[in-house]
């Protein structure tokens, strides 16, 4: 039992890429989240699922997207990266909105 | 707007001693809440919860305690361990259905030998 995984756990990416990370659970939990952790503050929710094939808006949903084609797995895409986006990404799960376990996270890099 | 605070930044603590880390919301909706410690390059692990409709939860060396008239929670670990020194972050839930976990910017507890 994995728990929650992500991929990758480092990435430096230039202004105007894109890529995606990948979150996995193998806990068969209905909800999914994406956060971003910055220096001096919380987590702040990016988006998140409630359920396969649906995606809703967090706190800080600007310059990201987001899909649930499969129950474990919740992609984080950044179609054209910014140095506003430099920050660690977890990811999370839950089966109901409560006590949510979180992935390692990523630490990402735009430069 | 920053809706859950954790005003302290840091705190020292002595092994065998009592810390008690504070966070404070401004949000009434808010009914559910929990403490969320991080330990370098591991994401959060859940470390316990407290419902608006009780004032106390208790497990094993942690105790959270809500004063909703004050919006104020605090978690208390006793005896504290060395093991315990992390990152802890306060984080709430407003209402039955929601989804958008609100958390703190976190506590950097250390334990003292």
């Known amino acids: 039992n994995a728990g929650v995984t992500q991929t990758p756990k480092f990435r430096v990416l230039k202004t105007g890429q894109s890529m995606t990370l990948l979150c996995a659970q193998d806990?068969?939990?209905?909800?999914m989240y994406w956060y971003r952790q910055d220096p001096g503050m919380g987590l702040r929710l990016i988006h998140y699922?409630?359920?396969?094939?649906?995606?809703a808006k967090g706190e800080v949903p600007d310059g990201y997207n987001v899909s649930r084609l499969k129950k474990q797995n919740f992609l984080l895409g950044l179609e054209s990266a910014a140095p506003s986006q430099t920050s660690v990404y977890f990811c999370?799960?839950?089966?109901?909105?409560?006590?949510?376990?979180f992935g390692p996270g990523t630490r990402l890099t735009v430069t | 707007d920053q809706q859950v605070k954790q005003n302290s930044p840091s705190l020292s603590v002595q092994e065998g001693r009592i810390s008690i880390l504070n966070c404070d919301y401004t949000?009434?909706?808010?009914?559910?809440f929990l403490w969320y410690k991080k330990y370098p390059a591991e994401g959060p692990t859940f470390l316990i919860s407290?419902?608006?409709?009780?004032d106390k939860n208790e497990d094993g060396r942690f105790t959270v305690f809500l004063n909703k008239s004050a919006k104020h929670l605090s978690l208390h670990i006793v005896p504290s361990q060395p093991g315990d020194s992390a990152v802890y972050f306060c984080?709430?839930?407003?209402?039955?259905?929601?989804?958008?976990?609100?958390f703190g910017t976190g506590t950097r507890l250390t334990v003292i030998p």
């Open positions: 999370a799960s839950s089966r109901l909105e409560y006590e949510q376990y």
């Open positions: 806990m068969n939990h209905e909800y």
């Open positions: 699922s409630v359920g396969e094939g649906t995606t």
């Open positions: 949000n009434s909706m808010f009914d559910y």
């Open positions: 407290i419902s608006s409709i009780k």
């Open positions: 984080a709430a839930l407003p209402g039955t259905g929601a989804n958008n976990l609100f």
